[in-house]
């Protein structure tokens, strides 16, 4: 705190430069209280001249009253020359121009004290009733100026008063005394009286002064803290604010490079370092790996690898002790100096990247100033590194999934393929023998055969369906969206199912809107769409009932697509899982016996895959509505969201 501000050595003009907007403010102020002072001392030649003017009405007799008139037109006269000066004074007052303002009121001061000492040898030198004003001004000076000023002018008051009434007792300079209803003081007459009313005045101005000084030196100091802690707030402030934007921007990613870069790049920012880096934990266990880095350090650190065995300082951290050399050149421990003083860093920090008790990496920071890095930069690079963590591991798990995904679904695919070939052949093998074309067979036999025929026939499906699944998840990255004319494709899908519904005595309308617009995707996967939602209701729905096909443009630009029924309906119990593979619902089973339990599921990843929404509203025995809402122009990104509704009319959210 002394470091910033010496309050024995400094005044209010003296505010540290990096204090801005308080010391502005501060140093405003006191340059109105300046100008204040022009203002009151208007007032003085009027009291001087009607004082002058009344003290025979009042009985009292002034040696010398023209010159107190023209000390009336002195003060003035000053008072005139420092209201055009006031003007020259800047309106927003800087370090830099703070002696213009100390001047200005040195200025003031000593005028004032020159008019003062006049006053006081022609109204009676020590026994004047005006030497006690010389206080008033003590107190400004002791506000506006330094203290050593303050004390100088006390000093000044001191040697004046004792001058004035020395010269005057020796005779020196003529005694005008003040005659008060025919009675002159006759102190001079008396030593002694001159020596003690000289020490009670000295008292009072040096008392003045020093209790002035005093309180203005704690107030300074009060200052100085209370600016200090805007300060470190107002840093506080900006860091969690910095912080809060790095968490907004890392949260929105999954892609591990895009989290680290993002967060390197913003820690260096919000800590304003030149450099900072990101070392994870590698496969092996043993060593550490420079993922990320910022700055100037990144010629020095890209790529490199850490074996823990070699570094005690990669030990120390990775324990969770945070690290901190104030300078690299002094340290011994500490590798890589060389090189990063060839890059102009001088102090470095580290902290453990933990999360969940789990120290899966190191973050650095790096600075050119020695000693750069206090506690406070330690605790809070800790915070930082907490949040980066809780993102990198996050991303780590997401990579983790989307490669455990992408083995599934190369599973898939093999376990398909290779079941696809046997299984046809087992079917065509059965229609063979249930056309007796090797033979005839009894009634028993074709039942049993037939049984079996239907079930390689839903193991066909099943395979089929699965190879759909997976060239689902993986449409967007290997095919190139086009503009697709939904108009034309849902009228093909709804010809292709026309034939079935009439056999199944089921009334299929279809309603598209005039102006429905195209959209951005993949035409094969929105036809597969269309016809799993479509099939699902011919499937579901009793001899005798309908199923409604509507498409039509929907808020912010969408396209909805619904396909509702009045069949069996879905229970309330099922919704949760209703698009998950493999699942059907009990009455799903009863009403149909065959069945994969994928189609929703392929669905559902391709809604997703289109950056659309899928949204199910159903009450078991009075049927089902799957509305599908697309974005006309692909974003690119995937929407999870999928809202099921038991019954009621709650209108789906449109928002893509």
């Known amino acids: 705190m002394d470091a910033l501000f ?164 020796q005779g020196w300079m003529t005694h005008h005394p003040v005659v008060v209803d025919g009675h002159a003081s006759t102190i001079y007459e008396h030593p002694v009286r001159i020596f003690i009313q000289l020490c009670f005045f000295s008292a009072s101005v040096l008392i003045t002064a020093a209790s002035t000084t005093v309180i203005m030196t704690m107030l300074r100091r009060r200052i100085n803290t209370l600016v200090d802690l805007s300060r470190m707030i107002d840093s506080l402030n900006r860091r969690l604010s910095g912080l809060f934007s790095m968490v907004q921007a890392i949260g929105r990613e999954r892609d591990l490079d895009r989290v680290l870069s993002i967060t390197t790049a913003e820690l260096a920012k919000i800590g304003e370092v030149m450099g900072t880096s990101i070392k994870l934990m590698a496969d092996d266990g043993v060593s550490l790996a420079v993922k990320a880095t910022h700055g100037e350090v990144t010629r020095v650190l890209e790529g490199m690898r850490i074996e823990l065995s070699r570094s005690p300082v990669s030990q120390r951290v990775m324990n969770g002790e945070p690290f901190v050399v104030g300078d690299i050149v002094d340290s011994k421990n500490f590798q890589l100096a060389d090189r990063l003083r060839g890059v102009g860093v001088n102090s470095v920090l580290f902290v453990p990247l933990t999360v969940e008790g789990r120290n899966i990496g190191i973050l650095g920071a790096y600075c050119s100033k020695s000693d750069r890095f206090s506690e406070d930069d330690v605790q809070f690079y800790r915070l930082a590194a907490a949040l980066a963590a809780i993102a990198i591991d996050n991303a780590l798990a997401y990579e983790a999934i989307e490669r455990l995904g992408k083995e599934r679904s190369f599973f898939m695919m093999r376990v398909a393929h290779n079941l696809r070939a046997p299984i046809a052949a087992m079917t065509s093998m059965l229609d063979v023998v249930l056309n007796e074309y090797i033979g005839p067979l009894n009634n028993d036999q074709k039942e049993q055969l037939a049984r079996m025929r239907r079930r390689a026939s839903g193991m066909v499906t099943m395979v089929n369906e699965l190879l759909l699944l997976t060239e689902s998840e993986k449409a967007v990255r290997e095919r190139a969206f ?175």
């Not at 899908?493 to 309308?509: C, P």
């Open 6 to 169: 010496d309050s024995t050595e400094r005044g209010l003009f003296d505010l540290p430069e990096d204090w801005q907007r308080g010391r502005r403010i501060i140093l405003g102020e006191l340059r109105d209280r300046s100008i204040w002072f022009i203002k009151l001392r208007w007032f003085v030649p009027i009291g001087i001249a009607v004082g002058t003017f009344i003290s025979p009405y009042l009985g009292i007799d002034l040696a010398s009253p023209g010159v107190l008139y023209g000390v009336a037109l002195l003060v003035l006269f000053y008072n005139a020359l420092f209201y055009r000066w006031r003007h020259r004074l800047p309106v927003v007052v800087t370090s830099k121009q703070r002696q213009a303002i100390r001047s200005f009121t040195r200025w003031q001061v000593s005028c004032d004290y020159a008019a003062m000492f006049l006053l006081i040898h022609f109204t009676g030198g020590i026994t004047s009733p005006l030497i006690f004003f010389f206080i008033f001004h003590i107190i400004f000076a002791s506000i506006l100026l330094r203290p050593r000023s303050s004390y100088g002018f006390a000093a000044l008051v001191i040697l004046g008063v004792s001058f004035i009434a020395l010269a005057e007792n």
């Open 482 to 656: 086009t503009l697709v004319n939904l108009t034309d494709l849902i009228g093909r899908v709804y010809r292709t199912f026309m034939d079935e519904a009439v056999e199944r005595k089921t009334a299929l309308k279809l309603t598209i809107d005039d102006d429905l617009p195209a959209v951005e995707g993949d035409p094969d996967a929105l036809s597969q769409l269309l016809e799993n939602l479509i099939s699902n209701a011919l499937k579901y729905t009793p001899v005798g009932g309908s199923i409604k096909v509507e498409a039509y443009p929907s808020n912010g630009g969408s396209v909805r697509i619904q396909v509702s029924d009045n069949g069996i309906g879905i229970p309330k119990d099922a919704l949760p899982n209703l698009f998950n593979e493999f699942y059907r619902a009990d009455n799903a089973r009863r009403h149909e016996a065959t069945g994969t339990g994928l189609g929703l599921a392929i669905v559902q990843r391709i809604v997703q895959r289109h950056g659309g929404q899928i949204h199910v509203e159903s009450e078991e025995g009075l049927g089902s509505l799957f509305a599908v809402t697309l974005p006309r122009k692909f974003q690119g990104g995937m929407n999870d969201q999928v809202n099921s509704e038991n019954g009621g009319n709650q209108e789906p959210d449109d928002a893509t």
